[in-house]
T-cell receptor, first 111, second 112 residues
Framework: GDSVTQMEGPVTLSEEAFLTINCTYT??????LFWYVQYPGEGLQLLLK?????DKGSNKGFEATYRKETTSFHLEKGSVQVSDSAVYFC??????????FGSGTKLNVKP | EAQVTQNPRYLITVTGKKLTVTCSQN?????MSWYRQDPGLGLRQIYY???????DKGDVPEGYKVSRKEKRNFPLILESPSPNQTSLYFC???????????FGNGTRLTVT
C-alpha cells in the first residue's frame, strides 16, 4: 500500500542554518505530495504542495521538488529562523482517496 | 473566517462510555476526514467521506463510526471507547481527495 517515510527528529539547528528534511514515498499511480507544519497546540497547516513530477512547491522560503525517479519530496530552507521551530509532516494523497502521513520531524532552531 | 471546528478540545472518559466528537466546516468542502495522531506514528486516517451519505474506511477504522448526513458536519463516534483509543484526534476537510486539507485544532481524548 501507499506510505510515507521521513527522517526522524528532532533536528536542532542554529538560526540561519540550512535545513533539509528528507521524505520518500511509496505509491501506486501518481500521488499529490504535501508538506504540513504543526505548531504547539494547533492543527496542521499546509506549507506547500506539488501535484506532478518535477513540480516545485514553495512557501515562506521553504521548497520541495517532486522527484518521481527517486520517489522523494525533500523539504529545504536556506536560512531557518527561530519561528520555524515546529513539527513538519510529509504527506501524500494517492489514487484511492486516502491520505498518508509520515511520522513527523521536530525542528528546533536556536538563536 | 474559513475554518474547521472540532468539539470538545479535551475529553476524559471511562472505558465503554459512548462518546461523540463533533466536526463542522464552513467552506462547503466535499471531502472530510478524521485522523488520530500518536507519537512516532504521525497521523493515521480513520475514516473519510467524499460527500453526503458517502463514507469509507481509512487505515485504522476499528472501534470508530462516522456519519455524513449534512455536508458541513462529520461527527466521529466511539461507541465503546477503550484505553488504546487515547490519542489526539483531528478532523479535516478539503475540496477533494487530492486537495490540501484544512485541519481543526484537535481533540485530546483520554480513556481510562
Amino acid at each position: 500500500g501507499d506510505s510515507v517515510t521521513q527522517m526522524e527528529g528532532p533536528v536542532t539547528l542554529s538560526e540561519e542554518a540550512f535545513l533539509t528534511i528528507n521524505c520518500t514515498y511509496t505509491a501506486t499511480g501518481y500521488p499529490s505530495l504535501f508538506w504540513y507544519v504543526q505548531y504547539p497546540g494547533e492543527g496542521l497547516q499546509l506549507l506547500l504542495k506539488a501535484t506532478k513530477a518535477d513540480d516545485k512547491g514553495s512557501n515562506k522560503g521553504f521548497e520541495a521538488t517532486y522527484r518521481k525517479e527517486t520517489t522523494s519530496f525533500h523539504l529545504e530552507k536556506g536560512s531557518v529562523q527561530v519561528s520555524d521551530s515546529a513539527v513538519y509532516f510529509c504527506a501524500l494523497s494517492g489514487d484511492f482517496n486516502k491520505f498518508y502521513f509520515g511520522s513527523g520531524t521536530k525542528l528546533n532552531v536556536k538563536p | 473566517e474559513a475554518q474547521v471546528t472540532q468539539n470538545p478540545r479535551y475529553l476524559i472518559t471511562v472505558t465503554g462510555k459512548k462518546l461523540t466528537v463533533t466536526c463542522s466546516q464552513n467552506m462547503n468542502h466535499e471531502y472530510m476526514s478524521w485522523y488520530r495522531q500518536d507519537p512516532g506514528l504521525g497521523l493515521r486516517q480513520i475514516y473519510y467521506s467524499m460527500n453526503v451519505e458517502v463514507t469509507d474506511k481509512g487505515d485504522v477504522p476499528e472501534g470508530y463510526k462516522v456519519s455524513r448526513k449534512e455536508k458541513r458536519n462529520f461527527p466521529l463516534i466511539l461507541e465503546s471507547p477503550s484505553p488504546n483509543q487515547t490519542s489526539l484526534y483531528f478532523c479535516a476537510s478539503s475540496l477533494g481527495p487530492r486537495s490540501p486539507l484544512h485541519f481543526g485544532n484537535g481533540t485530546r481524548l483520554t480513556v481510562t
